[in-house]
């Protein structure tokens, strides 16, 4: 697989996590207890990005507070590894996919889903306008030029897997590092990527201007359970599992925040929802960021709690072509990527 330089020159922004907080006190020295004037940190990867809404939404709503924690969120960019971000601990939990725990798990390290966003990826597979007419399914990858948000996140697993299941080699295709919203708006645009992986509110804009085709839809159950056999559990709050053990009372206090969140989105329209988020996530036009919400709020999941045969279905997906988890496919603990424990407790 040919991984050719962000064509676009500014950063992107990457669906694909930062993995740390792996031991008990990060570099500041602040530990995380109950007490209301611990620090949690949490970092997102795209904040502005609806599959990850649920952790702005929490702070906007006020949910953290009201369980006594003082939450910093910190959008993150592409280009930290998960391994060299895990390694230097600069933060307590990550809101990202849950796919990177069973990554992780592959290479020697602990990670936890402790709520689970949602049961699908809240991704789409558009193709530019200019190949349309030529590329009609992941058979037609070959020979393309194809977006991700980066090497090596969600974005880049799930296109492995839909080309090598339609028989496309990564050697068949180029991967092209697109980011998000305007960067991967751009790189379509340019003839830069001829598809690409992204979500709303990219999406949305896309379809709005008729510069993109939705090929693949995995912001339903259905249009999942057609691409990947199953459902495909995305975004999540994970933390590292010695983290979890070790502060308990804390990652129980996050879970139900997050989890009353989850019943916001749930219960209430598109229009309520866009009206609590940051003025500026809907830019100019409040009334397609409004849109983006009504497409993809179906995919989160109201209680918070993981469905144990979508990650059985994500394993089987990562090991069919990952190179970390299919030699160790078979030894893999599914059961030690996710815990239900504090999504069940928690009190919408």
Not at 42 to 66: C, H, N, S
Not at 78 to 105: K, P
Not at 196 to 201: E, I, K, L, V
């Amino acid at each position: 697989m040919t991984i050719r330089p962000a064509a676009i020159g500014v950063p992107v922004l990457a669906a694909a996590l930062v993995l740390t907080g792996c031991q008990t006190q990060n570099k500041s020295g602040t530990s995380s207890g109950s007490s209301s004037s611990d620090k949690v940190t949490i970092m997102v990867g795209g904040a502005a990005k609806v599959i990850y809404m649920p952790a702005k939404l929490t702070e906007q709503l006020g949910y953290f507070k009201d369980q006594g924690l003082n939450v910093e969120l910190v959008d993150t960019p592409a280009g930290v590894t998960a391994e060299t971000a895990l390694l230097a601990n600069q933060a307590q939990g990550v809101v990202g996919f849950y796919d990177h725990t069973i990554d992780m798990q592959a290479k020697g390290k602990c990670l936890q889903s402790v709520v689970q966003f949602a049961n699908v990826p809240g991704e789409v597979e558009m193709v530019s306008k200019a190949q349309a007419g030529t590329i009609k399914s992941p058979a037609d990858f070959k020979g393309r030029k194809l977006g991700v948000t980066s090497a090596g996140s969600s974005t880049d697993f799930l296109t492995q897997y839909l080309a090598g299941n339609a028989g496309v080699g990564t050697a068949d295709y180029t991967t092209v590092k697109a980011g998000a919203d305007s960067t991967f708006i751009a790189a379509m645009n340019s003839g830069g990527i001829d598809a690409g992986m992204t979500t709303d509110p990219t999406v949305a804009r896309l379809t709005k201007t008729g510069d993109g085709k939705i090929l693949l839809d995995l912001r339903t159950e259905e249009g999942t359970k057609k691409a990947l056999g199953g459902l495909y559990p995305a975004s999540s709050l994970y933390m590292a599992c010695d983290y979890v053990a070790a502060h308990k009372d804390v990652v129980q206090k996050l879970a139900n925040a997050f989890v009353k969140t989850l019943g916001f989105i749930t219960s209430n329209d598109a229009a309520t929802i866009a009206a609590k988020m940051p003025a500026d996530y809907a830019g100019t036009d409040k009334q397609l960021y409004i849109k983006s919400i009504t497409d993809s709020k179906g995919m989160f999941n109201a209680t918070g709690v993981m469905d144990p045969d979508g990650a059985k279905n994500a394993l089987a997906v990562l090991g069919k072509f990952s190179p970390a988890v299919k030699p160790k496919k078979d030894t893999i603990d599914i059961a030690k990527t996710y815990t239900t424990e504090f999504a069940k407790a928690a009190k919408s």
